[in-house]
């Protein structure tokens, strides 16, 4: 499989975006959720781990899963991460986890991947009866929020009203929406949601 952000990895953690984001999602997640120092916690797309660096002080153990290595390797790089966090190269809706989670996080992972319905189901499997779900990704857009050339982008954000029944079904419940922060991308503001819901059973 290609690492479509093996070239993206190297400089990530300086661009001002990924920054912004992370951190608007991470205080949205603060806010809504209730964190604990005996949480497990999956971070689906972790990337270089902008999103868990930040919340595993918080918490006992952080599975920061990704597809791309190159990502994941900056994360591994950073060491005040080593005792908490534990990564995984691997794409999960094919290969499942065999670990189980009290919170599954993910900020901008879920419009890179094609069936939205198979992801929720696949994070749901993943989670502990009467866990959380927070998921952090783009209001629906005009596709011009990515460069039109790019590769692994399968949706131009989401309408937050067709993803409540997706989350339903898909076995949550208590599905409530925040606006987490305000993408500014040359002169045009994408507003970023949090979506968290619970895990019935």
Not at 3 to 22: G, T
Not at 117 to 122: D, K, P, V, W
Not at 149 to 173: I, K, N, Q, S, W
Request: proline share 4%; net charge negative.
């Amino acid at each position: 499989m290609t690492d479509l952000f093996a070239h993206k990895a190297e400089e990530w953690d300086k661009r001002p975006v990924p920054a912004q984001i992370s951190e608007g999602v991470f205080q949205a997640i603060q806010e809504n959720v209730s964190l604990s120092p005996s949480m497990t916690v999956m971070d689906f797309g972790a990337g270089t781990g902008l999103i868990c660096s930040k919340l595993a002080p918080l918490v006992k153990q952080v599975y920061a899963v990704d597809i791309s290595a190159a990502m994941l390797e900056k994360l591994c790089e950073k060491i005040e991460l080593k005792e908490k966090v534990e990564t995984f190269c691997q794409n999960i809706l094919e290969t499942p986890l065999s670990q189980k989670v009290d919170l599954v996080v993910s900020a901008m992972a879920m419009h890179h991947v094609e069936d939205t319905q198979q992801l929720l189901h696949t994070l749901s499997s993943h989670m502990h009866a009467g866990g959380t779900i927070a998921i952090a990704d783009l209001d629906k857009e005009d596709g011009d929020f990515h460069p039109a050339d790019v590769e692994g982008v399968y949706h131009d954000g989401f309408e937050r009203e067709t993803l409540v029944p997706l989350f339903e079904e898909a076995g949550f419940t208590d599905v409530s929406f925040v606006t987490a922060c305000e993408v500014q991308k040359e002169e045009k503001a994408y507003p970023i949601f949090l979506v968290t819901a619970r895990k019935t059973s």
